[in-house]
């Protein structure tokens, strides 16, 4: 569907409410339940898509690569962000368009330090980043909690209720961000001691454990390990 139909590329920039009208007609032409709807496509060839990317990548780590990538779902998951992308082209999309992360799974959020020095936790992974319809790292980020959580045994409604408070999250997360600035939105980072504060106390303490090991993950570190000393 051409986004300019429903008016959100307009020569007069639309106000909240004009652009909330917008999203809301979209739902008669795409529907939020036909999200929910996956049929793969005649031609789907996962096996191909995994091959070409083989082919670009350095060979004697290929084996490795595929090794790593058979240890479960998950670990195939977070190797296969081609063949994901690919399965979303063939699917429904409002149109809406922005800059994606195109790998937005779990293992791809993390801590670490900003140039200010203060500790945030946001996506650490921009590897396949591209313009697309901004469902689609919602849709990898959801899938990945129930293909982790399988992974982990957590009972299946469980990790629908945990997957549709990460839907809610995000939905309520954009919903205060865009009323902010954008000179407000690029300064604020996600703050780990911010959130801490509103957390369950062993959550606290994981994250304390997880800063503690990102903290030490600088770039001097990974300089000494990536490089020789010719003397």
Known sequence: MDIDTVGLRAETPLDEAEL??????????IPRSAHAEYSPSPGRDPLGILATQHEARLQQLVDLRVE?????????????????SADLAAGPTTGAEVVVCGDAHLSNFGMFRSPENAMVFDINDFDEATVGPWEWDVKRLLCSVIVAGRSLGAPEQELIGIAEEAAASYRDWLARTLKRTLRERYFRPTSVNER???LHPDTVRMIQEVAL????RTSQ????RALEDDG
């Open 68 to 84: 790593r990538m058979g240890t479960d779902a998950f670990s195939f998951y977070r190797g296969t962000a081609a063949i994901q």
């Open 221 to 224: 570190r990974v300089a000494r």
């Open 196 to 198: 801490r504060r509103r």
């Open 20 to 29: 909330a009208a917008a999203g809301r007609a979209m739902r008669e032409t």
């Open 213 to 216: 090991a990102s903290g030490k």
